[in-house]
């Protein structure tokens, strides 16, 4: 399972605008001494994976409907190259 931060750099490299990460986070926290709730992650940091996992939940999808277009499409060019050439369609769907 990937992390928030490689979460947080896939959708950067993939040229998605990705809010700056919290300085008040686990790594900096102790440095810092910044407020750390109970659970160990403060408000600001939950906030930011919250906003990591909601980008990259629409990103997934995102690529997946893509993948999804791409297939149909190909499905329906071999089609019509078929059709095109005179051969009978096919009537499987694998």
Known sequence: MLT????????GKAGIDVPARPEDDLST??????????EGVSQKAHDWGRAIETLYVSYVAARAA????????ARQNAM???????????????
Do not use: C, N, W, Y
Request: zero cysteines.
């Open 4 to 11: 928030i931060v490689q979460k947080a750099a896939i959708l």
């Open 29 to 38: 926290h102790v440095v810092t001494g910044s407020p750390v709730k109970a």
């Open 66 to 73: 893509k993948s999804l277009r791409d297939a149909e499409e």
């Open 80 to 94: 019509l190259r078929r059709m095109a050439s005179g051969s009978p369609p096919r009537t499987s769907f694998a």
